[in-house]
């Protein structure tokens, strides 16, 4: 019997016979598995950890592996597991590391949580799929920064402490089922923190939105990751969720076509553990090879990314003065702002250092140029938008306002979103020209983020608690036309911080793509409204955006309270600068 598609190593399989004489097959593991004579033994101690932060109350079992060649004396590398050490992990781990296979690897299995009282005999609430299968960054975070703190202050039996490497180079996650799709998550969340992936059997499927992956791998500017998938024929674990096997295929299908270092062993079987232990050391030798060369992203074949990138260009981080962003803006000359949490707004230089340009009084929202130079400091809990000027002048452009977002066109006139006092309440937008407002939208639910296209014949509005951006044509008065949804964004699956996209800034290149600050990074979109891209950075959210630079092709980002660059390959043109021939739509008859 051999793979439906055989890879770099085989497997041998054995009938095993039941009393009832039916019968099943499974695959052997090799020797790598087995206990080896002369190989060192390693250990493997047991703990128990209860979470205060991420999930507080639940309490796992935690299971570490320490190789007998590790000294204490410099940081081992990491293997994070989900649920328990199996596969024979042990046995493969200490082989390997004896024969300089893997490197030295301490391995942490982190059980699934739950909330255990006494006089129960099972957990009051046990989460593994909501920490496994969940989308989100959650579990990452629980990892991050609650376990791998509290495991520093661990020691081994003998009393060496336990030094881990803070390279994600370093750092490989396994798991099987939930734990798959767990293990796969956490690199594709935090690739700062693991690049290697061995999933079995894994969960791509509709539990908690895992069946999107193919679909975002896709569309995702790729990450240095590298990735091993298991799966068999078989696997219908349960058929309401989805088609687990061909989800596993697809998996490998995206990866491939998304330019990641991947490879599978695809087996006959079902949602059974065999397979995977037969396959695992192979696995992990392929995963370790060429170690310590660093794992880098591969190219996407992604066209739209590829309209959009320019080939090599990454992000730069930029100096700030220790201070941090919320919001960012690029006056006429392309020179870039941003504000801090107080309102002290900063200006960059060429070199992108930061120094203090003035200071607005409160705290800041968003911020746009006029092509005079002024700049508009929105203020919501001054319910203001103040007016700065290049001299140094400081006045009130519009009060009474709890605005969000502003931006300014090339007549001067202002247009500003105002959120409702809470998520449910209609959204208003305004348009204010010559001292006077007037309402041209309202319904949408918590407007924040506006843009005028290059052509200037449309309006686009972000609507930050769903999906959607809505589109509307641009009248010469400044009115609008025929609203209607248009940009349909992806969303992380519920998080604490609610089921949305968090969108804010909006730009637009001369190419009529749109570029959309989420919780998910910049989402890149098409002229007919279809996201096609989306571009992340390690510090994940992305809070404002702005084109800047001498041509306006920088796009300056702010997430993690840090601004970065990054050229992009066509430019914008600025709301605030004239376009000759540029012809709004006369209004309908």
Partial sequence: MQFIKRICFAFALVAIFAPSAHSQTRYLDGPDSQSQPGVPKGDLIPFKFTSQKYFPGSTCSVAVYVPAEYQGDKPACLCLGYDGPGFQVRNVFDNLIYKKEMPV????????????????????????????????????????????????QQKTRDGKPILISSDPNDHMAMG????????????????????????????????????????????????????????????????AFDDWWQQNLSM??????????????????GHEGSTASSCFPEAIKWLWRDYPKPIVAGVSGNDWLKDVLVVGETWHPLDQVNAT?????????????????????????????????????????????GGDGSLMVVQPDAQKILKLTADGHKSVALSGIRASHVIVDSKGRLYVS???????????????ADGKKTLIDSGIRDATGLLISPDRTR???????????????????GTIQFREHYYWLHVDEVTTDGDWTDASDLAMDVNEHLFAATRMGVQVGDNEGRIAGILTLPSGPVRSLTFGGKAFDTLYVVSGGKIFKRT??????????????????????
């Avoid at 005999?121 to 376990?147: F, G, H, P, Q, T």
Wanted: charged share 20%.
């Fill in 105 to 152: 690897t301490i391995g942490v299995w982190v059980a699934p949580s739950g909330i255990f009282v006494q006089g129960h005999k099972k957990a009051l609430r046990y989460i593994r799929s909501y920490e496994y299968d969940s989308m989100n960054a959650d579990y990452a975070d629980y990892i991050i920064n609650e376990v791998m703190p509290w495991l520093a």
């Fill in 176 to 239: 099987a089922s939930t734990g798959g799709i767990g293990s796969f998550t956490i690199a594709w969340e935090r690739p700062d923190f693991v690049r290697r992936v061995f999933s079995a059997i894994g969960t791509f499927v509709g539990m908690r939105g895992g069946d999107m992956y193919p679909t975002l791998i896709r569309k995702t500017e790729p990450k240095p990751i590298r990735v091993f998938l298991q799966d068999g024929a078989k696997d219908t674990w349960n058929p």
């Fill in 252 to 269: 490998e299908e995206s990866l491939r076509f998304a330019g990641y270092d991947v490879n599978h062993a695809w087996g006959v079987l």
């Fill in 325 to 369: 962003a919320v919001a960012v803006a690029s006056d006429p000359a392309g020179s870039v702002y941003f504000a801090d949490p107080a309102g002290v707004i900063y200006k960059l230089d060429d070199s992108g250092k930061a120094a203090v340009y003035a200071k607005s009084g409160a705290p800041v929202s968003s911020m746009a140029f």
């Fill in 418 to 432: 105002e959120p409702g006092l809470h998520d449910e309440l209609p959204s208003s937008v305004w348009l204010v």
């Fill in 459 to 477: 309006l686009v509005i972000a609507e930050a608690h769903t999906r959607w951006l809505f589109d509307s044509l641009l009248q010469p008065d």
């Fill in 568 to 589: 992009m390959l066509h430019p914008t043109v600025p709301s605030f600068v004239a376009v000759p021939g540029a012809n709004s739509p006369a209004p309908a008859k």
